[in-house]
């Protein structure tokens, strides 16, 4: 079965530190996520991308995040300047080849700021 | 953006009783999903509705999307310990299709 592979598993920082968030999709996938989750809180969303751009984004991505596709398979979220209250799970979500398609989740990425 | 109305938000049961869990909005969802999460793991599609009124059964997981497509349920027969975890259903963005979660249920089979 085919799945989203996050790295790393575990990313502990310093507030003020940026932090960069990996994801392979799935490779015949056309939709791109990231959401969080806070500890006991609900999955957030934060943006989508599609054809090499962000089609939407949510209030929480701030100047502060950025996504990219650098390649044909990685899509990575970078936080510029860590704070405290970004510490959460981060999961990547990948679908297709419709926008509402059912959407396959990584294993997430918990990040811990200090 | 419309909001997904999920109870209870915790619920435990004992193993072999039966359950079911809401989803409710105001809003019209063209589609709603239902995912499972488990402790330190993503969200696991579990299935998709799309029309009004659609019953889907996976084994002894049943899901029903309302006539009026805003609301859906999930009933579980004879409960398993195996079933524990965090039960969301999800739904377009009416905006831009994005999928936005609900906050929960937490369902616990106690053996």
């Known amino acids: 079965e085919p799945e989203v592979t996050q790295t790393p598993s575990h990313q502990v920082t310093q507030m003020g530190q940026e932090v960069i968030l990996r994801c392979v999709p799935i490779s015949n996938h056309l939709y791109f996520y990231w959401y969080r989750q806070i500890l006991g809180q609900k999955v957030e969303f934060l943006v989508s991308?599609?054809?090499?751009?962000?089609?939407?984004k949510s209030e929480i991505f701030d100047d502060q995040f950025s996504v990219e596709r650098p390649d044909g398979s990685n899509f990575t979220l970078k936080i510029r300047s860590t704070k405290l209250e970004d510490s959460a799970m981060y999961f990547c979500?990948?679908?297709?080849?419709?926008?509402?398609?059912?959407?396959?989740f990584g294993s997430g990425t918990r990040l811990t700021v200090v | 953006t419309q909001l997904l109305e999920q109870s209870p938000q915790f619920l435990s049961i004992q193993e072999g009783e039966n359950l079911t869990v809401y989803c409710n909005s105001s809003?019209?969802?063209?589609?709603l999903q239902w995912y499972r999460q488990e402790p330190g793991e993503g969200p696991v599609l579990l299935v998709t509705v799309v029309t009004g009124g659609e019953v889907k059964k996976l084994k002894r997981l049943t899901f029903q999307f309302g006539d009026a497509r805003k609301d859906s349920s999930l009933h579980i027969t004879a409960a398993q310990p195996g079933d524990t975890g965090l039960y969301l259903c999800?739904?377009?963005?009416?905006?831009?299709?994005?999928?936005?979660f609900g906050a929960g249920t937490r369902l616990t089979v106690k053996p």
């Open positions: 999800a739904g377009p963005d009416y905006n831009n299709n994005d999928m936005r």
């Open positions: 979500a990948s679908s297709g080849p419709l926008a509402n398609y059912g959407y396959t």
């Open positions: 809003s019209v969802f063209s589609s």
């Open positions: 991308f599609y054809n090499n751009e962000i089609s939407e």
